[in-house]
């Protein structure tokens, strides 16, 4: 059984596309999260879900939206891909927003060319 | 800026010995403390929560932590080769839109045999 799962794991894409990238949790918690890990590996909270609320909105460009339909799934679209959007997405959930363990996807490699 | 410093390493151990993880945070109300351990291409998984002063075993594995020096370390007994991985040290951080984990940026740690 997967905990978090995230489709697509790979997406490579030209400059100026749109995408998403979807994320789903079946441990029944009421916190999702998206992280951007660069490629010097630095991992960074994006965006916080509790119970399909938006509770936090780090530095991140308008281009960049997220979307809860119900609270086990973090939807991300990206607008207007740029190079500097490749990097690793991580999604991830926990049962206490900060709190309590969070629980990380298999992440989505993104590369934009 | 709230911020979680690690030395990023690499830290190199013989097989066998102890590896000694180390993390500094700058949010004196922080509460929660863990740490992960990130393969190389793979997720974090939760390798050590902490939440009060003092000592935490789990097998080969000690937190410490101490909130007046705002310190945390890993400890890491009798290290194998597969233990070579990155480590994260991550910390709650309230903010003023609601609480997130801040991530170090990580220690890479390889154990020759």
């Known amino acids: ?113 | 800026q709230k911020e979680v410093e690690q030395n990023s390493g690499p830290l190199s151990v013989p097989e066998g010995a102890i590896a000694s993880l180390n993390c500094t945070y700058s949010d004196r109300g922080s509460q929660s403390f863990f740490w992960y351990r990130q393969y190389s291409g793979k997720s974090p998984e939760l390798i050590m929560s902490i939440y009060s002063n003092g000592d935490k075993e789990d097998g080969r594995f000690t937190a410490q932590l101490n909130k007046a020096s705002q310190y945390v370390s890993l400890l890491i007994r009798d290290s194998q080769p597969s233990d070579s991985a990155t480590y994260l040290c991550a910390v709650n951080m309230v903010g003023q839109a609601g609480t997130a984990l801040i991530f170090g940026k990580g220690t890479t740690l390889s154990v020759s045999s």
């Open chain 1, 1 to 113: 059984d997967t905990a978090v799962s995230q489709t697509p794991k790979y997406l490579v894409t030209q400059m100026g596309n749109d995408k998403s990238i979807k994320c789903e949790q079946n441990l029944g918690h009421d916190t999702m999260y998206w992280y951007k890990q660069d490629s010097k590996k630095f991992l960074k909270i994006m965006f916080s879900y509790n119970n399909k609320e938006l509770i936090i909105n780090e530095t991140v460009p308008n281009r960049f939206s997220p979307k809860s339909p119900d609270k086990a799934h973090l939807n991300l679209h990206i607008n207007s891909l740029e190079l500097g959007d490749s990097a690793v997405y991580f999604c991830a959930s926990s049962s206490l927003a900060g709190v309590e363990t969070q629980y990380f996807g298999p992440g989505t490699r993104l590369l934009v060319l």
